[in-house]
């Protein structure tokens, strides 16, 4: 998947993994468009930079624009991510966590796999976290958004197998971002690691990833014990 020519959208990508992973796929020589909400000091041969908040009047149209500009789309990640710890006082943190984690994900799915169908396939990948597994009451939102991330894109996944496209979804643990503001970070994965982890996905194309492995276990079993507390 490293060969020349290859058209890439990277959704939330003026940071973090989304960076990352930009930036090794521009070295490896393809041709990407990165969509976020701020702008990009990333300047290399086969690179536009779009600018547009997922949960945006705007958002498909310029997103659509990119495709355009690429003409067409192979693979797209979204990598677009936020969250925050509940607050009382601002319970529209946590609504905009559930908009920009997975109605800004969706909005995605509507206009990048029309494209795919119609260039005759393409891989879907979304970054969604091992916090699905469970409901938090530290940060609800996120939690929740995750989880509803992680079943939709499995969902479309099978959906999507008869008309040429594939669907991954990668589920992290802690990564060293922004988004880490948790103060105990165990197994913390840098970013480049965790771009690396996407663009073997890019090769494989499985269904689901979850890293660290050793904390996907930890969690899945934790997540058990809490839907069973929840339920008394």
């Not at 969706?106 to 990948?125: D, F």
């Not at 965790?194 to 904390?215: F, G, I």
Request: charged share 20%; net charge positive; aromatic share 4%.
């Amino acid at each position: 998947m490293d060969a020349q020519g290859r058209r890439a959208v990277v959704v939330g990508n003026s940071d973090g993994v989304g960076l990352a992973l930009t930036r090794q796929l521009v070295a490896a020589g393809w041709t990407v468009a990165g969509v976020s909400r701020s702008g990009s000091d990333l300047t290399a041969p086969g690179y536009t930079h779009h600018v547009a908040d997922v949960t945006g009047d705007t958002y498909r149209t310029v997103l659509a624009g990119a495709v355009d500009r690429l003409g067409g789309v192979d693979v797209c990640v979204y990598a677009a991510g936020v969250g925050e710890f509940f607050d009382l006082g601002d319970l529209a943190a946590q609504t905009r966590a559930l908009e920009v984690n997975l109605i800004g994900a969706a909005r995605t799915v509507e206009v990048v796999v029309p494209a795919m169908v119609a260039g005759g396939g393409g891989h879907l990948v979304g970054l969604s976290s091992l916090a699905d597994a469970a409901p938090s009451a530290q940060a609800p939102g996120y939690a929740a958004a995750k989880a509803g991330l992680t079943s939709y894109l499995v969902g479309l996944r099978g959906a999507l197998r008869p008309h040429g496209v594939r669907v991954t979804v990668v589920r992290f643990g802690f990564v060293d971002t922004k988004m880490a503001k948790s103060p105990v970070k165990p197994m913390l994965l840098s970013v480049e690691r965790a771009a690396d982890v996407v663009r073997d996905c890019l090769r494989t194309r499985p269904a689901v990833v979850s890293r660290p492995r050793r904390m996907a276990a930890v969690v899945r079993a934790a997540g058990v014990a809490a839907r069973v507390a929840a339920r008394r």
